[in-house]
């Protein structure tokens, strides 16, 4: 339910407005009129942003704004945010909506908000919810307007008498108060919430309970002031009641979640203990660098008051470690020696001379981040931990805020003008045309849709979550925050991300692999050391499929031109892959410094000293910061600002503020001539925007160089236990090729040796029965039980044993899962067509036919079939059929500047954009042989739309050409091939 005023004078007559020099939210000196909104996310109900509604309700001169979303309260930080932008006044609240009620709260206070909080999620969670029934229990600290008769009779009990209003024409015997429900800007905005509220209702929650506001678009002073001229106390209440909601959200204190069984006064005591404890484990010998660094991070943590956080994520760590669970930090956290010595990482800072103020500063107001990474199977063990370890009331995940995107609009609209499900889907696919399905999609495309769960974000907090913030259902049955992970650190509480990595879960299971099929273990974090000169010989060929962040087409080239020889060099190449460095030239300029030992001078003779590892290139965000600090005397804390605005696409009037302050100022003090100053800015104005944190990527560098060492040391259990997580940017079929050009035998699925995961077979690997479609986990299951008690016999004491599903053994034959269970695949087949008999009922005949005379599948055969059953050629790569004459993709490195054909199989497609802002297209082809990278200049574009997505072999023909020892083609012409 909305509500509005006007207010005695516009805020273009009383001058400009008077804001808090430190909050930057207008005082409360100036005239506060109250009027409310609806905006997009009142989810399927409304359409326009808070952006749209703050500018258009300042363009009419309102200095006052309030949001009631529906049911909601998901858009109270990206509100709050831009009204203070904007210089005006936000007021919170929310529009209940229940089957039989249509309530508006206004918050007044903390209390209040609290409150509300938790009336949200009762409306959500509480499948017995009853607004009236629960009002007592939240009331305080809110201003509650009806129009509903019945149920004003209701809330005035509840309800003092100056925080219960109702519109004029109600009559009641309750305060009026001025208020319309405000929903739209303009025409278009109608037609748009017309069509949202289309789809709401065809969704699979239905249309859920209606308002019964219209659709009213926002008046100016004079038009609202006319509405309620023969009431002007009801003017005068919207106009008290705003000046009373003095909540601001932004102004919150942060509410850390807490450790269990640790008193407040002890906890940063047993933070110091755990840590020194730590130090001693992991170093033979504490020198005085590293305990200083230790008792200084420590000090920062106490001063900011951030010991309870770092406490919680120990006991996070210390559950996944007692469980065997792999983890490790990511991100900046990296960088702090906190982490390392409490075994959040296994990287240490000192040696990777990482910067723990680019985690942490004394200047720092927000709450860092630590994000970690678990093995992507049991990542849900850990948050199932944090609700039972908390308490299942003070643990919630984060929302992910589904917009609307081209494709999924388009489907939604189609089904919303009445199109038939065959045409929508067709409609979808296209993509792209004219009329009214595109157009209105066009306009829904950024709105919110609906909430979903954010892939690793969860907040805890001392006290129930309900209270602190919104709680909804999403749409797979978890319960989450109706804040994403922008709004629910500015709201006050804080996200620590769970995150899944399968790199971790490879290296972790290829260790047990190795374990238990080799005469010796692995101790990886001391055998597979930095140098490894295996391990480098993968990477500097790029022969690194499979290896952490460094499979990419890009990388390959990258970690080929680089010659990369140890762990520190790979972090750089994670580092110089960005986009930035190669649109600026900075990742050849990288390469002909570190390779070809090309001549170059530092700007300031200090920069060899703060640059000398990186050829004197800021490839780091920390490299900005240190040159802030040791070269033009910035404070710590005044660097991380600099850092952040060099790098960010902040206003201009704030980049040309520390342009004048940097060259100006400090580069002046500090004894740097104009023109050197000028010459270092230019630079970190160049690098910046493209830094990346140096803590991240050395420890991906880490896991990446880990992956590297068990594909050259330990090939057979890395391919295994690769398969077994597979997530890369290729299909599982590229990867089992590549085991098999390393000479690792790679065999189809079989009853009788396969398991649910891919297993050592002797030298080979056997494929796991879970890559044979519609075979579900519950079967595989019982298959694999049945035949650890005995091997099957043949089909029919397979069929006895397991009970399939219709249609699942059928493919298991003829993929050659059964071979020797019966005298052929066509045998067998045929035998499926009868029942299975039961050994001890008489038989007058036998109804199978156990003839050898049926010839076995030939071998096109079987690899059709292992192509449609299982997505992989076990029996012969089909680049082999082709028949097309063609180069294999290894011998392309003796054709170069030739013009060339190769076949084979579209691996991987993308589009990127040049620096002139047109397309191009890439695309890796895969053979028998390896990988090929074909490129498409932008005249060449619609070849590469031709082929991008086809699924059988095609051809390729260009020109061959060769840089950073990378071999690419330039396609001239391509197309299908037979």
């Known amino acids: 339910m909305k509500i509005g005023c006007c207010f005695e004078t516009r805020i273009t007559d009383c001058g400009s407005l008077t804001t808090d020099p430190q909050t930057h939210r207008p005082t409360k000196t100036m005239r506060t009129p109250l009027f409310t909104i609806k905006s997009y996310y009142s989810l399927l109900r409304a359409s326009v942003s808070v952006r749209r509604w703050c500018e258009a309700a300042l363009g009419f001169g309102y200095d006052t704004v309030a949001l009631t979303d529906t049911n909601s309260l998901s858009g109270a930080v990206d509100f709050s945010k831009t009204a203070r932008e904007l210089g005006m006044y936000p007021i919170l609240g929310a529009e209940i909506l229940t089957a039989n009620e249509q309530v508006l709260f206004l918050i007044k206070t903390e209390q209040g908000y609290r409150n509300l909080c938790r009336l949200i999620s009762a409306r959500h969670l509480d499948h017995q919810f009853d607004l009236i029934e629960f009002l007592p229990q939240v009331y305080q600290g809110l201003v509650c307007i009806c129009h509903q008769r019945d149920v004003i009779e209701r809330l005035k009990p509840i309800f003092a008498r100056e925080d219960l209003f109702a519109h004029p024409e109600a009559q009641m015997d309750v305060e009026p108060i001025a208020w319309r429900a405000f929903t739209i800007l303009e025409e278009g905005d109608m037609t748009v919430s017309r069509l949202l509220m289309e789809i709401r209702r065809l969704s699979g929650d239905g249309a859920g309970p209606h308002g019964h506001h219209g659709f009213n678009p926002l008046l100016g002073e004079r038009q609202w002031a006319q509405l309620f001229q023969s009431c002007p106390r009801a003017l005068d209440n919207a106009k008290q009641v705003a000046k009373r909601c003095e909540f601001d959200l932004l102004g919150r204190d942060v509410i850390f979640p807490r450790p269990k069984q640790i008193r407040a006064d002890q906890r940063h005591r047993e933070l110091a203990r755990l840590c020194h404890r730590g130090a001693a484990q992991r170093y033979t010998l504490l020198d005085r660098e590293i305990v200083k660094r230790l008792e200084s991070e420590l000090h920062t943590i106490e001063v900011h008051g951030f010991s309870d956080y770092f406490l919680v994520v120990c006991e996070i760590m210390e559950f996944a470690k007692a469980q065997g669970i792999p983890a490790e930090v990511r991100g900046s956290a990296a960088g702090s020696l906190v982490s390392h010595v409490l075994g959040f990482t296994r990287v240490c800072p000192v040696r990777n001379n990482l910067y723990f103020e680019r985690f942490l500063n004394p200047g720092r107001t927000d709450c860092p981040d630590i994000d970690i990474d678990f093995c992507w199977r049991r990542r849900d063990e850990v948050i199932r931990f944090c609700y039972e370890h908390w308490g299942e009331d003070h643990v919630a995940m984060v929302c992910n805020i589904n917009r609307f995107r081209k494709r999924g609009a388009i489907r939604d609209v189609a089904r919303a003008l009445g199109y038939p499900p065959d045409q929508v889907e067709q409609i979808a696919q296209q993509g792209r045309g004219h009329g009214p399905v595109y157009d209105l999609a066009e306009k829904l495309i950024g709105i919110p849709r609906h909430l979903g769960v954010h892939c690793g974000g969860i907040v805890i907090a001392p006290e129930p979550m309900a209270c602190l913030a919104p709680l909804t259902w999403s749409t797979k049955g978890v319960i989450i925050t109706q804040y994403d992970k922008r709004a629910v650190e500015p709201a006050g509480l804080v996200k620590i991300d769970l995150l899944a990595n399968r790199a971790l879960s490879t290296v972790h299971d290829a260790i047990e692999l190795i374990a238990r099929h080799y005469p010796a273990t692995v101790d990886i974090e001391d055998q597979a050391v930095a140098t490894d000169p295996q391990a480098a010989q993968v990477i500097s060929q790029g022969d690194s499929l499979g290896i952490f962040q460094s499979e990419s087409p890009g990388m390959r080239q990258l970690v080929r031109g680089l010659r990369v020889k140890n762990q520190r060099e790979l972090a750089i190449a994670l580092s110089l892959i960005r986009p930035g460095p190669a649109q600026g030239g900075m990742k050849a300029e990288y390469i002909a410094r570190h390779v070809h030992h090309k001549p170059f001078t530092y700007l300031h003779p200090s920069l060899e000293t703060l640059l000398g590892d990186t050829y004197g290139v800021m490839l780091y965000q920390e490299d900005v910061m240190r040159i802030a600090v040791e070269l033009a005397g910035y404070t710590v804390a005044e660097a991380?600002?600099?850092?952040?605005?060099?790098?960010?696409?902040?206003?201009?009037?704030?980049?040309?503020?520390?342009?004048?302050?940097?060259?100006?100022?400090?580069?002046?003090?500090?004894?740097?001539?104009?023109?050197?100053?000028?010459?270092?800015?230019?630079?970190?104005?160049?690098?910046?925007?493209?830094?990346?944190?140096?803590?991240?990527?050395?420890?991906?560098?880490?896991?990446?160089?880990?992956?590297?060492?068990?594909?050259?040391?330990?090939?057979?259990?890395?391919?295994?236990?690769?398969?077994?997580?597979?997530?890369?940017?290729?299909?599982?079929?590229?990867?089992?090729?590549?085991?098999?050009?390393?000479?690792?035998?790679?065999?189809?699925?079989?009853?009788?040796?396969?398991?649910?995961?891919?297993?050592?077979?002797?030298?080979?690997?056997?494929?796991?029965?879970?890559?044979?479609?519609?075979?579900?986990?519950?079967?595989?299951?019982?298959?694999?039980?049945?035949?650890?008690?005995?091997?099957?016999?043949?089909?029919?004491?397979?069929?006895?044993?397991?009970?399939?599903?219709?249609?699942?053994?059928?493919?298991?034959?003829?993929?050659?899962?059964?071979?020797?269970?019966?005298?052929?695949?066509?045998?067998?087949?045929?035998?499926?067509?009868?029942?299975?008999?039961?050994?001890?009922?008489?038989?007058?005949?036998?109804?199978?036919?156990?003839?050898?005379?049926?010839?076995?599948?030939?071998?096109?055969?079987?690899?059709?079939?292992?192509?449609?059953?299982?997505?992989?050629?076990?029996?012969?790569?089909?680049?082999?059929?082709?028949?097309?004459?063609?180069?294999?993709?290894?011998?392309?490195?003796?054709?170069?500047?030739?013009?060339?054909?190769?076949?084979?199989?579209?691996?991987?497609?993308?589009?990127?954009?040049?620096?002139?802002?047109?397309?191009?297209?890439?695309?890796?082809?895969?053979?028998?042989?390896?990988?090929?990278?074909?490129?498409?200049?932008?005249?060449?574009?619609?070849?590469?739309?031709?082929?991008?997505?086809?699924?059988?072999?095609?051809?390729?023909?260009?020109?061959?050409?060769?840089?950073?020892?990378?071999?690419?083609?330039?396609?001239?012409?391509?197309?299908?091939?037979?």
């Open 640 to 978: 991380a600002q600099f850092r952040s605005d060099v790098s960010k696409q902040v206003s201009s009037t704030r980049l040309q503020a520390q342009y004048e302050d940097f060259v100006y100022v400090r580069a002046e003090r500090a004894g740097l001539d104009r023109e050197t100053a000028e010459n270092i800015w230019n630079q970190i104005l160049q690098f910046a925007a493209y830094s990346f944190c140096k803590a991240h990527s050395t420890v991906y560098a880490h896991i990446a160089w880990q992956t590297a060492f068990l594909k050259a040391r330990y090939p057979l259990a890395f391919y295994c236990s690769l398969f077994n997580n597979h997530q890369g940017m290729y299909p599982m079929r590229v990867y089992v090729w590549d085991a098999i050009r390393h000479g690792i035998p790679v065999l189809p699925p079989h009853v009788n040796h396969s398991d649910s995961k891919w297993v050592i077979e002797g030298k080979r690997i056997r494929a796991s029965l879970g890559r044979v479609k519609g075979f579900c986990a519950d079967t595989i299951q019982t298959l694999v039980r049945e035949r650890r008690k005995r091997p099957f016999q043949d089909l029919h004491d397979l069929r006895m044993r397991v009970r399939f599903r219709k249609g699942q053994l059928e493919p298991l034959i003829a993929v050659g899962a059964c071979d020797g269970l019966g005298p052929s695949r066509p045998a067998m087949l045929k035998q499926m067509l009868f029942p299975p008999h039961d050994a001890r009922a008489p038989m007058l005949f036998d109804p199978y036919d156990r003839s050898t005379d049926q010839p076995e599948f030939d071998r096109l055969q079987k690899l059709q079939a292992e192509i449609e059953i299982t997505g992989i050629p076990f029996t012969f790569h089909p680049e082999l059929l082709i028949k097309v004459k063609h180069v294999s993709a290894a011998r392309l490195s003796g054709y170069v500047n030739s013009h060339v054909t190769i076949a084979g199989f579209i691996a991987a497609a993308r589009r990127a954009k040049t620096q002139d802002n047109r397309v191009m297209g890439f695309v890796t082809l895969e053979d028998a042989s390896g990988l090929a990278e074909v490129s498409f200049f932008p005249d060449q574009l619609e070849l590469y739309r031709r082929i991008a997505t086809c699924g059988g072999p095609v051809w390729i023909r260009g020109k061959v050409t060769e840089h950073l020892s990378s071999i690419t083609i330039e396609c001239t012409q391509c197309g299908q091939a037979a």
